[in-house]
Each structure stands twice: as C-alpha cells, then as structure tokens.
C-alpha cells in the first residue's frame, strides 16, 4: 500500500530554533509538494518540485524557510529560524505531474 | 483574482440525509477542479477530478458537477453516514503559471446519528 509518509508527526519548538520536516514520496511519483495547512488560511502551497527540481516556490518566505529534494526519496522543508507564527500543518503529497497528488499525514508544528 | 469560494462553510446534517457543498471560482484559464476529503488529522484524499468538459462525476455516493460557464461545482452526497464528517476542499487548476493551483478553506461537515 504506498502512500507519502511524512515525519516527525508533531513537532513542538521553541521560537527562534530551527525545524526541519521530511517527506517520503511515493516510489515512482515525479512531483512533490509542500503545503500549510491554518484554520484560518487553510490550505497553501509553499512549494513544489518535479523531477527533484523546484518549480515553484513563491508561496514561502524566503528568508526562513527552505525546500529541498536531496534524493527522489526524500523532500525537506525547513524553518530557520521559526516563529509562532508559523505553527500550522505541514503536508507534503506526491503525484505523477500535477494530474494527481496524494498527501501525506502532515507534521503538525507548535512554535511556542 | 484568482479565487475558490466554498459554501457554507460549515454543515450539520443527520445520518441519512443528503446534503451539498458549493464551490465557486473565478480563476482563469480553467484546466481541472478537484473535490478533496479531509478527515481530522489525516491529509486530504483526492474524491473527484472534473476537466472542462465533464459535467459531472460520481464516486461511489458523492457526485460531483461542474457548470464551466458560471463557474461552479457542487458536491452532492447521498444519504450520509457518519465516516462522511470531514472537511471538503475544493480544488481549481489553471493551464498556465508558475502557482497553478487555488484553493478553497472547505466545509466542515458534521454527520450526526
């Protein structure tokens, strides 16, 4: 049964300290995302890569956050430094193109 | 802009019932629209995937429809049971641009017996 897994699950940091989230696409998929998730937001995309490229990322700020793809079995986000303000799930989904994503369980983050 | 609406913003219906969420849009140029479920603390699942010309479509007791000339989608649920309390997210895509995908802050659904 594949499916984008995703960790850690919870995260609770302190302001000012760096956070680092993984994601591990499904086998085969060749696009990766990163979205936020807030009540009041809701969903965002951050960012996304194909073939292990970045397309896009003009929905993440720039000065803190980061996305990478090291290997096409692993995608990273990362906080530096984070704030209260980002305390949010973060999902990552994977799919052939954009045709179709497939989300992973998320990494819920409390900056305190 | 480039928006999704989506109404009502919350739902309360009881088992049985059917019920329907609207999503509106106005982004352009219009390539898909996806309905998404949301259970609580999972990620959203894909339901449905309507291009241009597909009217409607099914998927087992949700039922999607699409008016690409007004510019709305509805999501049609047929005699509702309680795994159905989630949040429904409406998704639109463009044909063109860097960030191609928009959306909607979802319905909460809440089924009760």
């Known amino acids: 049964d594949a499916r984008v897994t995703q960790t850690p699950r919870h995260k609770v940091t302190e302001m000012g300290q760096e956070v680092t989230m993984r994601c591990q696409p499904i086998?085969?998929?060749?696009?990766v995302f990163w979205y936020r998730q807030t009540m009041m937001q809701g969903l965002e995309l951050l960012a996304y890569?194909?073939?292990?490229?970045?397309?896009?990322d003009s929905g993440m700020p720039k000065d803190r956050f980061s996305a990478e793809m090291p290997d096409a079995t692993l995608a990273t986000l990362k906080i530096q430094p984070s704030e209260p303000r980002d305390s949010a799930v973060y999902f990552c989904?994977?799919?052939?193109?954009?045709?179709?994503?497939?989300f992973g369980p998320g990494t819920r983050l409390t900056v305190l | 802009k480039n928006q999704v609406e989506q109404s009502p913003q919350s739902l309360i219906i009881l088992e049985g019932k059917n019920c329907t969420l609207q999503?509106?849009?106005?982004?352009?140029?219009?390539?898909?629209l996806r309905w998404y479920k949301q259970d609580t603390g999972r990620g959203p699942v894909s339901l449905t995937i309507?291009?241009?010309?597909?009217n409607t479509k099914s998927n087992g007791r949700y039922t999607a429809t699409l008016d690409a000339d007004t510019k709305q989608s509805s999501l049609h649920i047929t005699a509702s049971q309680l795994s159905d309390s989630a949040s429904y997210i409406c998704?639109?895509?463009?044909?063109?641009?860097?960030?191609?995908?928009?959306f909607g802050t979802g319905t909460r659904l809440t089924v009760i017996p």
């Open positions: 989904a994977s799919g052939l193109d954009l045709n179709e994503q497939f």
């Open positions: 086998l085969g998929h060749n696009t």
């Open positions: 890569f194909r073939n292990r490229a970045p397309l896009d």
């Open positions: 999503c509106n849009y106005t982004v352009s140029p219009f390539s898909n």
């Open positions: 309507m291009t241009f010309s597909e």
């Open positions: 998704v639109v895509s463009v044909l063109s641009g860097a960030n191609n995908l928009f």
